[in-house]
């Protein structure tokens, strides 16, 4: 089934077959994004407030 991360603060995710390996991509996710993003572009992302919840859904 495999595992996905979030780095809620760029809004930058990863997955992966393990949590470890969903990890080790977002790590490379994050350090590309700041090699790649523009100033702006980090700034424009860079958020301090994170919101989690749960739902739930019915499935048909």
Known sequence: MGSWL???ELNV???GISVEEAKTH???AVELFFECASPSEIEERL???SFVSTM?????
């Open 6 to 8: 979030l780095c809620p």
């Open 13 to 15: 995710a990863s997955q």
């Open 56 to 60: 739930e859904v019915s499935v048909a």
């Open 26 to 28: 977002l790590i490379e």
């Open 47 to 49: 958020s301090t407030e």
